[in-house]
Structures are given as C-alpha cells and as structure tokens.
C-alpha cells in the first residue's frame, strides 16, 4: 500500500511541476514590471483536442490577444480531465495572474476555485459552454438548446422514418449533463423523436472508437439511422464510414463544423446538414470582454450568444464559394 501511495504522489508530482516552475517564476515577477509594458498574462484552459473547432478558438484567441497586447499562456494548460482544470485554476491564484479565460464545464470543486479566484479579484471569462451557478465574470459562446431546437426542426423535416437518433455526446468538446440537457430540450421540444433517442457518450477525440461506435449502430438495424454528431472529427469520421461501407442514402447523418471537406460531403448528400458554431468569433469576442473587465476592474456579468449557421443542401453552393 505504501509503495502504491508513493507511486501515485511521484505522478502527480510530474504532472504538477512544470506548471509549479512556471507559477514561481512568474509569481518572481514584480508585478510593476509587467504593467509598465502594459503586458497583462491570461492563463487559458482549453480542451487538448485537435477538433477544428478547438483550432478556430485557438487563432481568435491568439489574434485578439495580439491586438489588446496580451501574453496567453495556453499551450501548457490544455486538459485531458477535470483534475487538471483545478490545478490550473490553482495555480492561477498563487502565481497572481491578470486574467483567465475557462473553457466552461461542471464540476463543484472547479466552481469553488473559481469563487476563490473572484475573491482574489482575478476575472473569470467563461467560453463555449457557460457555468452560470459561477462567479464567473462573463460567458461567450453557443446556445445548447439552440443547436438542440436547430436539430429538432430539421429532424421534423426528414421525409424517412425514423427508428433511432443517435447522439455522439462528446463529453471531452462538449461535457457536462447541464449541455447535454438544454440539448436535449431543444430536440424534444422540436421533434417528436422521446422514445427513439440513444445518447452515446464519448470522452476522447479517438476516431477509432467512433467507427465501433457507428459499427455497433448498424449491427443492430442499419434503416431509419439518424446520427448526431458535436465534433467536426466525429462527422467526418462517421461520413467516412458510410461512404467505405457503401450505405450512403441509408443513414441520416446532422454534423457540425465548416470544413471543406464537410461542405463537400453536404454537397454530395452524405451528410444531411451541418451545424457551425463560429469558434473564432467566440475566441475573439472572449478577450474583448477580459480586456475590458481587466480595464475597468469591475465585475460585468454579461453573456454573450453567439448566431449558430446551418448549411444544408440548399444553401451549401454559397458556403462552397467562401471555402473557396
């Protein structure tokens, strides 16, 4: 027992000390150093995922960040689990950082440290998902229950019958039963779909497991298919699939992102229609708020949705001609 306890303080140890290093020797920092270049430091908390959507996020940050004079440190605090969103929120305290930016999920002890933080006076942007029983200073994202209503309305238009929805619930992108629930809601409300939902949870970006996911789907009935998918990696992966397999007319596949690729396999018929949410504007518009929260040293409380867009097959030649 002892040799398993020491075993698992050495790995949690690993994992916490390059972050320690760089909470010390910023904390080392006087702090008049940093205002007088008037260069502030945001710690962000991203998913570490490769999904577009998390890249689009990723360069509005990075771009407005540039123009506000802003020093983001992201690359080091990607997280894989809700253990280290509070170590890095931890750390954010004591190194007295100017300002952070959270990729909003739930969990009681993470909404703790974000009260702390508000104590210390440490603003707190809340991004995608929100996390409204926070202290939070602002969110800027999407709506789940408008991607749920937008689903709903274009499961009500299908002419085919339907015998099971299929969510690919991405807890990893999109986490937290509070999402997952105003979804629901805005599908339901839409859509008389109750008994025929099968939610199926994944907690990773692995396109591997997507395939047994939409393999296992099949094997039990490969008619009135319809898939949901919250990722860009996730569409395309079960787009892939069905073209491989030849069944595509046999499955009813709603997507989300903009890739080229995605708006092809809309084109084409494959994909039914895909749901975007503008990950760069969300990016962008998240260190407007912070800079101006920052400036004016005072809590605002504001949220900010932002429009979903929808391309189908009617509209598709008019995103096609922006891709290009």
Do not use: W
């Amino acid at each position: 027992m002892k040799i398993k306890l020491k075993y698992l303080v050495g790995i949690n140890i690993l994992l916490f000390f390059p972050l320690l290093i760089y909470s010390v020797m910023y904390l080392n920092t006087p702090r008049e150093s940093r205002d007088s270049s008037n260069l502030k430091h945001i710690m962000v908390m991203l998913p570490d995922s490769t999904d577009d959507f998390i890249i689009q996020l990723k360069q509005g940050l990075e771009t407005k960040a540039k123009e506000y004079q802003l020093i983001l440190e992201m690359e080091n605090t990607k997280f894989k689990t809700l253990e280290e969103i509070h170590q890095y929120l931890e750390i954010s305290a004591y190194a007295k950082i100017d300002g952070v930016m959270l990729y909003g999920v739930e969990d009681k002890k993470i909404e703790e440290t974000i009260q702390h933080l508000t104590n210390l006076k440490v603003p707190v942007i809340t991004i995608v998902n929100d996390m409204k029983q926070t202290s939070r200073d602002a969110f800027i994202g999407v709506s789940a229950y408008e991607i749920g209503k937008n689903i709903g309305d274009i499961l009500k238009e299908l002419t085919v019958d339907i015998d099971q929805v299929n969510i690919l619930d991405n807890q990893f992108v999109y986490g937290g039963e509070a999402y997952q629930t105003r979804l629901l809601e805005g599908i339901l409300l839409h859509a008389d779909i109750g008994n025929k939902i099968n939610r199926i949870i994944k907690n990773n970006d692995d396109t591997l497991e997507t395939s047994e996911i939409v393999e296992n789907i099949f094997r039990k009935s490969q008619q009135g298919q319809v898939i949901i998918c919250s990722t860009a990696a996730d569409t395309l992966s079960v787009a892939r699939f069905v073209v491989d397999r030849k069944m595509v007319g046999q499955v009813v596949i709603i997507g989300y992102g903009m890739q080229q690729e995605l708006i092809e396999y809309v084109e084409k018929d494959i994909v039914n229609s895909i749901i975007y949410g503008n990950g760069y504007k969300i990016g962008e518009m998240g260190i407007e708020v912070l800079a101006k929260v920052m400036a004016d040293n005072k809590q605002i409380q504001t949220e900010s949705i932002l429009p979903l867009t929808i391309i189908n097959k009617n509209n598709v030649s008019d995103y096609k001609k922006v891709q290009e």
